[in-house]
């Protein structure tokens, strides 16, 4: 069993900067990404990772201002977020899939089968 936790969510004005963090427990060494779900909105991909690292992929709408990374030493994954706009404003979750193999990444929510509680992200204007 998987357990993700993820922090440093909270409030920035736009332009700001922010670092998410997802620690996982148990099993970890996994392919992994974040999603993010905004009220009236469905959850949205953000940016996934390989279980080496050697794989990312962002959705076009974060490319250039976010990026994703991993240390397998700490089981962490982060999601660094510059030049934040109001419309980045959700609940971002992190998500590890089992059944990747070692170089793969997915945008596909329903192929991760372990979800953490989600982070809120507010971008002020």
């Known amino acids: 069993q998987v357990q993700l936790v993820e922090s440093g969510g909270g409030l920035v004005q736009a332009g700001g900067s922010l670092r998410l963090s997802c620690v996982a427990s148990?099993?970890?060494?996994?392919?992994m990404g974040w999603f993010r779900q905004a009220p009236g909105k469905e959850r949205e991909f953000v940016a996934a990772i390989s279980k080496n690292g050697g794989t990312r992929d962002l959705a076009d709408s974060v490319k250039g201002r976010f990026t994703i990374s991993r240390d397998n030493a700490k089981d962490t994954m982060y999601l660094q977020m510059n030049s934040l706009k109001p419309e980045d404003t959700a609940v971002y979750s992190c998500?590890?899939?089992?059944?990747?193999?070692?170089?793969?990444?997915?945008?596909?929510?329903?192929?991760?089968?372990?979800w953490g509680q989600g982070t809120q992200v507010t971008v002020s204007s």
């Open positions: 998500a590890a899939d089992s059944r990747r193999r070692v170089w793969d990444t997915s945008r596909n929510f329903y192929t991760y089968n372990y």
């Open positions: 148990g099993r970890s060494f996994y392919a």
